[in-house]
């Protein structure tokens, strides 16, 4: 099943996004604010986010804050419904195209504890020993895991280990997610899920 969280503040124009999203073959949990989104994501497991252009702008800054990293995180598509037309935003993107991402893209749900914005510096390597280590700092950490920006190729599922400059604690995780460099809409680097919940 291909679920989908639809935002938008207004009950008509989420009717009309959601029978878009149906006729493309997508299923929907329907939302009136970005408020919500958070709580939703940490139970559900949800494959693509649609967010309607005109209850984005009138979002909380706070609330912005909040969800802009999490919308990143899935496929996701802002609309615009004029009428009973929907409009979608991009370049080359179209209800069809977004649905198929949605079909490729494994559902999940987002961390239960916190991401904190932390800049550490640490070396990274693909083996225990440290043979060869790239200098990278983290963006932001939780409990769970981290984000790390990082220019080097990586694969979901790689196993890493990270040695932390200022102490002798070493780690290790996996990759969870990758966003390669080139990309100038996103951070270059890799999601980590750590093994043992050490960091605080």
Known sequence: MTMVV???NNEKKRKAIIKALE???GSSIELSSLAEL???????????????LITSTKATAQEKLETNSLIQLYPNLKVKVIEDNLITLGNGMSMRKFVQDCQAFKPRTIRKSIRRD????????????????????TLNISDDGCFIYSTNDWRVGDRVWLHFIDNECVMSGIVCWWQPWG??????????????????
């Not at 932390?118 to 700092?137: G, N, P």
């Not at 990309?183 to 605080?200: A, L, T």
């Open 6 to 8: 639809v935002i938008a």
């Open 23 to 25: 006729n493309e073959g």
């Open 118 to 137: 932390r800049h550490i510096a640490f070396l990274l390597s693909a083996d225990s020993k440290f043979t060869v280590a790239e200098k990278v700092v």
């Open 38 to 52: 958070q709580a939703i994501l940490k139970e559900v497991p949800v494959c693509g986010i649609i967010l309607d």
């Open 183 to 200: 990309n100038n809409k996103k951070m270059p680097g890799i999601g980590i899920r750590f093994d043992v919940n050490e960091i605080k």
